[in-house]
């Protein structure tokens, strides 16, 4: 036996922000996150974010899912690393110290790119580490000790070996293709900086001439109109389309077409492509400015032309490509009064010309896709640019077999079929942008314009025999910030280097992410690491076995979270708790119309009146790892949150009773089964089957599965029941000192694997109560992070116990139900009669007697024979016994008869009401089917009720 004096109480009401300020601080001074366990590794890599983001709920849904899984493999041994880090963010970041600057009446080009460089490395340094403090806020047990930034040297230095031996092997080269190109930050976009917004448009419908005068549609006109979303592109037209198929055209194609202004001439094609209910069916192609006229073009053989400048102004001579593919073979001359002009002025001006001269068919208004720069916000203009490319397609083949060999798995499944979609459709991945910030492209031209790619300028110098008076000039281009990312699982366990770290955690266990950059990210790590990470036999590695795909986190509504919606939430908020003024503040901030503005405040002000309360971080984590089905969106509801917090008062209220009931007082120090009894037994039981479901679901990746497997046990099964069961047996002064120690042990006990089971989901409560608990039971240490996660004991599972339970539960529900609907309050003893009940079920009940008369609070049981009629009794059934309580005694009759009076003339009302309509001729006649028939259905419902109230009423008035 031990004694409980030594231990502490905890505080009266749970308040979660100084516990977490304290564990926090604790567990990383001390080290707790990095690699300790000497079993297998167990490895999962952050996804990096920006380094100038700000913790969003993506960010929390995300690290709550990877940290529980880091603490769940921890306390499992095993030597667990969360590699942390973030991405240096090229646009976002040079934007931001650029917008610094413009303050300061300066620009980059008035700096220089060295001293712009260095300004932007002072703002990292300052302001950059916003998303790692709120990271920490989360709970997130990373390694900070090993942070890696990917401009840091080690990974810059990963970047460019990685670069020149790719372009060694022949799978980097430099190409004139066209690029989302944005004329505001001057520099190529990928497709995820792209944004596609619903816009209001026109559709403008021009006039194309034929060349030959006798040629004509069916209709007998002399041209084709043809609509456009662009009209400014007209001048870079290279041929106008039809469907094959397409009746109307069919004998034109072949034919020339004058280019209006231009007077070019242009053929008819027939493609595919073409949609021939869009506009009138015939589409103008613009290969040089537009992804699927580009794409046309090379079918069909056509030219390319080119008509804007990197400014997305008309050049005074323009580009000109025999067919797509091939370099420029000439200039054409740009017509007279467009050359310079921006292009939407150009558009005007078309426009204006098409009506002067008569060209102009109509306008129509048309909602249309605008793709707009993620981060500048102007419209993107396709344009051909000299890129530096990856040759995809070899890099692709290894990539595809290792998700078909299932080495490495999708979770849901269902994604891998995206995966592979895109995989199949892959196109050359362009890796440069024209930007100052990221890691500049490893090549170097002469005056002559040969390129000569290395790791430095004097490496390039040496392997070509270059003199040191032969001027080279660096590429003035960056590297794709995905480029860098794409190396992450093992650039930051120090490759090119053959680190320890290398060998011990790659390749990893699971990648965590979200489905909208599968291609931009994860499909591009696989091939990097294939191609550069090798096995010892020198087969290729993999850089994670497991991708596990979550969704979206949508509003309570379902709706996407946006700024411009004014639905998004901030996990601080929820944590720490905002006033309903700041809220509006940081909700309507930044928005440029005042309508919206407005609209947004009072949506918040009605949905938040009082602000958001602080629910503290593990009711948050709760939430999200609640919510996190495989793969599906989740709908994020603060009602959830609210819930969650009041699951975490109810684990801190439980354990405040466990230790009034513990301390001072005797403890079994080790587990007697000898003395337990049937609470006991239950509890254990349940306890092996909430472990053993909670290891499965972290086994296949179900968190929600989790969290619902750890809330029923606490909340519904040891807190509603088990401690409740305890009360009778600790407060008989007939029960042995022996056995009350024991049922303290177990009290402790249970809780204490309790916290241990659910330390993975919410970090902070768990730690706070295990080190006041755990040393009751002579165990404990620095840290529950590290103690031995609970392992079901198949031994201790009692399925007849956990039957009788299941009885017990049932008889005790059905006597508290009666109790409700008569009103009996809970300090009355009731007298219980029994019926249809087995012989095997007389032994349960046998079994349970004294915990049932306990808990619910009877005072005689008496048994029925199977026809003996009951007395006036109030009735629930429990399986196939039904449970009497006889009224006689324990109500009034004159008050309850009174009762049901009013009960009978409320229902009486209601009946007479609809039974009145229903014999009105003209609302039956003129209602639809479906009215008259509710209606009906109503009448009939009220009518029963009034037979059950008159049949009660009978029986009280019989008593």
Same mark, same amino acid.
């Given at each position: 036996?031990?004694?409980?004096?030594?231990?502490?109480?905890?505080?009266?009401?749970?308040?979660?922000?100084?516990?977490?300020?304290?564990?926090?601080?604790?567990?990383?001074?001390?080290?707790?996150?990095?690699?300790?366990?000497?079993?297998?590794?167990?490895?999962?890599?952050?996804?990096?974010?920006?380094?100038?983001?700000?913790?969003?709920?993506?960010?929390?849904?995300?690290?709550?899912?990877?940290?529980?899984?880091?603490?769940?493999?921890?306390?499992?041994?095993?030597?667990?690393?969360?590699?942390?880090?973030?991405?240096?963010?090229?646009?976002?970041?040079?934007?931001?110290?650029?917008?610094?600057?413009?303050?300061?009446?300066?620009?980059?080009?008035?700096?220089?790119?060295?001293?712009?460089?260095?300004?932007?490395?002072?703002?990292?340094?300052?302001?950059?580490?916003?998303?790692?403090?709120?990271?920490?806020?989360?709970?997130?047990?990373?390694?900070?000790?090993?942070? !890696?930034?990917?401009?840091?040297?080690?990974?810059?230095?990963?970047?460019?070996?990685?670069?020149?031996?790719?372009?060694?092997?022949?799978?980097?080269?430099?190409?004139?293709?066209?690029?989302?190109?944005?004329?505001?930050?001057?520099?190529?976009?990928?497709?995820?900086?792209?944004?596609?917004?619903?816009?209001?448009?026109?559709?403008?419908?021009?006039?194309?001439? *034929?060349?030959?005068?006798?040629?004509?549609?069916?209709?007998?006109?002399?041209?084709?109109?043809?609509?456009?979303?662009?009209?400014?592109?007209?001048?870079?037209?290279?041929?106008?389309?039809?469907?094959?198929?397409?009746?109307?055209?069919?004998?034109?194609?072949?034919?020339?077409?004058?280019?209006?202004?231009?007077?070019?001439?242009?053929?008819?094609?027939?493609?595919?492509?073409?949609?021939?209910?869009?506009?009138?069916?015939?589409?103008?192609?613009?290969?040089?400015?537009?992804?699927?006229?580009?794409?046309?073009?090379?079918?069909?053989?056509?030219?390319?032309?080119?008509? *804007?400048?990197?400014?997305?102004?008309?050049?005074?001579?323009?580009?000109?490509?025999?067919?797509?593919?091939?370099?420029?073979?000439?200039?054409?001359?740009?017509?007279?009064?467009?050359?310079?002009?921006?292009?939407?002025?150009?558009?005007?001006?078309?426009?204006?010309?098409?009506?002067?001269?008569?060209?102009?068919?109509?306008?129509?208004?048309?909602?249309?896709?605008?793709?707009?720069?993620?981060?500048?916000?102007?419209?993107?203009?396709?344009?051909?640019?000299?890129?530096?490319?990856?040759?995809?397609?070899?890099?692709?083949?290894?990539?595809?077999?290792?998700?078909?060999?299932?080495?490495?798995?999708?979770?849901?499944?269902?994604?891998?079929?995206?995966?592979?979609?895109?995989?199949?459709?892959?196109?050359?991945?362009?890796?440069?942008?024209?930007?100052?910030?990221? %890691?500049?492209?490893?090549?170097?031209?002469?005056?002559?314009?040969?390129?000569?790619?290395?790791?430095?300028?004097?490496?390039?110098?040496?392997?070509?025999?270059?003199?040191?008076?032969?001027?080279?000039?660096?590429?003035?281009?960056?590297?794709?910030?995905?480029?860098?990312?794409?190396?992450?699982? *093992?650039?930051?366990?120090?490759?090119?280097?053959?680190?320890?770290?290398?060998?011990?955690? %790659?390749?990893?266990?699971?990648?965590?992410?979200?489905?909208?950059?599968?291609?931009?990210?994860?499909? !591009?790590?696989?091939?990097?690491?294939?191609?550069?990470?090798?096995?010892?036999?020198?087969?290729?590695?993999?850089?994670?076995?497991?991708?596990?795909?979550?969704?979206?986190?949508?509003?309570?509504?379902?709706?996407?979270?946006?700024?411009?919606?004014?639905?998004?939430?901030?996990?601080?908020?929820?944590?720490?708790?905002?006033?309903?003024?700041?809220?509006?503040?940081?909700?309507?901030?930044?928005?440029?119309?005042?309508?919206?503005?407005?609209?947004?405040?009072?949506?918040?002000?009605?949905?938040?009146?009082?602000?958001?309360?602080?629910?503290?971080?593990?009711?948050?984590?709760?939430?999200?790892?609640?919510?996190?089905?495989?793969?599906?969106?989740?709908?994020?509801?603060?009602?959830?949150?609210?819930?969650? !917090?009041?699951?975490?008062?109810?684990?801190?209220?439980?354990?405040?009773?466990?230790?009034?009931?513990?301390?001072?007082?005797?403890?079994?120090?080790?587990?007697?089964?000898?003395?337990?009894?049937?609470?006991?037994?239950?509890?254990?039981?349940?306890?092996?089957?909430?472990?053993?479901?909670?290891?499965?679901?972290?086994?296949?990746?179900?968190?929600?599965?989790?969290?619902?497997?750890?809330?029923?046990?606490?909340?519904?099964?040891?807190?509603?029941?088990?401690?409740?069961?305890?009360?009778?047996?600790?407060?008989?002064?007939?029960?042995?000192?022996?056995?009350?120690?024991?049922?303290?042990?177990?009290?402790?006990?249970?809780?204490?694997?309790?916290? !241990?089971?659910?330390?993975?989901?919410?970090?902070?409560?768990?730690?706070?109560?295990?080190?006041?608990?755990?040393?009751?039971?002579?165990?404990?240490?620095?840290?529950?992070?590290?103690?031995?996660?609970?392992?079901?004991?198949?031994?201790?599972?009692?399925?007849?116990?956990?039957?009788?339970?299941?009885?017990?539960?049932?008889?005790?529900?059905?006597?508290?139900?009666?109790?409700?609907?008569?009103?009996?309050?809970?300090?009355?003893?009731?007298?219980?009669?029994?019926?249809?009940?087995?012989?095997?079920?007389?032994?349960?009940?046998?079994?349970?007697?004294?915990?049932?008369?306990?808990?619910?609070?009877?005072?005689?049981?008496?048994?029925?024979?199977?026809?003996?009629?009951?007395?006036?009794?109030?009735?629930?059934?429990?399986?196939?016994?039904?449970?009497?309580?006889?009224?006689?005694?324990?109500?009034?009759?004159?008050?309850?008869?009174?009762?049901?009076?009013?009960?009978?003339?409320?229902?009486?009302?209601?009946?007479?009401?609809?039974?009145?309509?229903?014999?009105?001729?003209?609302?039956?006649?003129?209602?639809?089917?479906?009215?008259?028939?509710?209606?009906?259905?109503?009448?009939?419902?009220?009518?029963?009720?009034?037979?059950?109230?008159?049949?009660?009423?009978?029986?009280?008035?019989?008593?």
């Amino acid at each position: 036996m031990t004694d409980a004096q030594t231990a502490q109480n905890i505080a009266t009401t749970y308040d979660p922000t100084e516990i977490e300020k304290k564990w926090y601080k604790t567990w990383e001074e001390q080290g707790y996150f990095k690699p300790s366990g000497h079993g297998e590794s167990f490895c999962i890599m952050i996804p990096p974010p920006n380094v100038t983001g700000s913790l969003h709920m993506g960010h929390g849904f995300n690290n709550a899912i990877m940290d529980a899984l880091t603490r769940y493999n921890r306390m499992m041994g095993k030597n667990t690393l969360w590699q942390p880090g973030t991405d240096h963010a090229g646009i976002a970041t040079q934007m931001v110290v650029e917008r610094q600057l413009g303050l300061q009446g300066v620009t980059r080009h008035d700096l220089g790119r060295e001293k712009f460089i260095e300004k932007v490395w002072e703002w990292k340094e300052q302001s950059g580490g916003t998303i790692t403090k709120q990271i920490r806020r989360l709970g997130s047990s990373v390694d900070w000790s090993r942070e !890696r930034f990917t401009m840091d040297e080690g990974l810059s230095n990963a970047v460019k070996e990685v670069f020149v031996r790719l372009h060694e092997d022949g799978l980097i080269y430099r190409g004139k293709r066209l690029v989302n190109w944005d004329p505001k930050l001057q520099t190529a976009l990928s497709d995820l900086e792209v944004e596609s917004k619903e816009e209001k448009g026109s559709l403008w419908h021009f006039k194309y001439f *034929f060349e030959d005068k006798s040629v004509k549609t069916q209709d007998g006109k002399d041209y084709l109109v043809v609509a456009t979303t662009r009209p400014e592109t007209l001048l870079g037209d290279t041929a106008v389309a039809v469907h094959p198929e397409d009746e109307r055209y069919a004998h034109l194609v072949g034919k020339n077409i004058v280019l209006p202004i231009t007077g070019r001439l242009i053929p008819i094609v027939a493609d595919d492509y073409v949609e021939k209910d869009f506009g009138t069916g015939c589409v103008k192609i613009t290969p040089a400015h537009d992804f699927n006229d580009y794409e046309l073009g090379k079918r069909n053989s056509l030219p390319i032309i080119n008509i *804007f400048n990197k400014n997305a102004e008309v050049l005074g001579e323009f580009e000109y490509i025999a067919k797509a593919g091939e370099q420029i073979s000439k200039t054409i001359t740009a017509p007279a009064d467009y050359a310079g002009l921006e292009r939407f002025e150009a558009r005007k001006k078309l426009v204006a010309q098409a009506e002067a001269e008569g060209w102009l068919d109509q306008i129509q208004p048309y909602d249309l896709k605008a793709p707009r720069g993620d981060r500048s916000g102007v419209i993107i203009e396709p344009l051909l640019t000299d890129q530096w490319y990856v040759k995809i397609a070899p890099l692709a083949e290894p990539a595809i077999e290792a998700v078909q060999d299932g080495r490495i798995k999708f979770v849901p499944e269902q994604y891998s079929n995206m995966y592979m979609a895109w995989m199949r459709d892959i196109q050359d991945w362009c890796i440069s942008r024209q930007l100052w910030w990221g %890691h500049r492209i490893p090549a170097w031209y002469d005056a002559d314009g040969n390129i000569y790619v290395g790791r430095s300028e004097d490496e390039v110098r040496a392997k070509n025999n270059i003199a040191a008076d032969v001027e080279l000039k660096q590429d003035e281009d960056v590297l794709d910030t995905w480029f860098s990312s794409a190396l992450w699982t *093992f650039s930051t366990l120090g490759w090119p280097e053959q680190t320890p770290e290398l060998k011990t955690f %790659h390749p990893t266990d699971v990648l965590v992410t979200g489905f909208d950059i599968i291609f931009f990210w994860v499909a !591009r790590m696989i091939m990097m690491t294939m191609h550069f990470m090798k096995n010892d036999d020198g087969s290729s590695q993999i850089p994670f076995k497991t991708v596990y795909v979550h969704g979206l986190v949508r509003d309570g509504e379902g709706q996407k979270m946006s700024k411009s919606k004014g639905n998004v939430l901030d996990p601080l908020d929820l944590i720490d708790g905002i006033d309903l003024e700041s809220l509006v503040a940081k909700r309507t901030t930044g928005l440029m119309n005042p309508k919206d503005a407005a609209k947004i405040e009072k949506s918040t002000r009605k949905e938040f009146p009082e602000g958001i309360n602080a629910y503290g971080t593990d009711a948050v984590r709760f939430t999200f790892c609640a919510l996190a089905n495989t793969g599906r969106d989740i709908k994020f509801d603060l009602k959830r949150v609210e819930g969650y !917090r009041n699951f975490c008062n109810k684990i801190w209220n439980a354990t405040r009773f466990v230790l009034m009931n513990v301390e001072g007082q005797t403890v079994g120090k080790d587990a007697r089964p000898d003395l337990w009894e049937l609470p006991e037994q239950w509890i254990i039981s349940r306890l092996q089957k909430a472990e053993a479901a909670v290891h499965q679901a972290f086994a296949t990746y179900r968190l929600d599965l989790a969290a619902q497997a750890i809330y029923d046990f606490i909340w519904n099964e040891y807190c509603d029941w088990y401690v409740e069961l305890t009360k009778p047996v600790l407060n008989d002064a007939e029960v042995s000192e022996e056995r009350k120690a024991e049922v303290r042990r177990v009290l402790l006990a249970v809780m204490e694997a309790s916290l !241990r089971l659910a330390h993975p989901l919410m970090p902070y409560l768990t730690e706070e109560i295990w080190q006041t608990l755990a040393p009751m039971l002579g165990q404990g240490g620095p840290t529950i992070m590290t103690a031995q996660y609970p392992i079901p004991e198949q031994e201790k599972i009692n399925e007849q116990a956990e039957a009788d339970m299941q009885w017990l539960q049932g008889l005790i529900g059905a006597v508290r139900n009666i109790r409700g609907e008569m009103g009996l309050g809970n300090a009355r003893l009731l007298p219980v009669l029994l019926q249809n009940i087995s012989d095997a079920e007389r032994e349960q009940i046998t079994r349970i007697e004294a915990l049932f008369k306990a808990l619910a609070k009877v005072e005689s049981i008496e048994f029925l024979g199977k026809d003996q009629e009951p007395p006036l009794s109030s009735s629930s059934v429990v399986g196939h016994a039904s449970v009497f309580v006889p009224m006689k005694g324990l109500i009034d009759p004159k008050a309850e008869l009174g009762r049901l009076q009013k009960d009978l003339d409320k229902i009486q009302k209601q009946h007479d009401q609809i039974a009145g309509k229903l014999a009105n001729e003209g609302f039956v006649s003129k209602a639809p089917a479906a009215v008259v028939e509710g209606e009906k259905a109503k009448l009939a419902e009220f009518a029963a009720q009034l037979d059950k109230v008159k049949a009660n009423m009978e029986q009280i008035a019989a008593l």
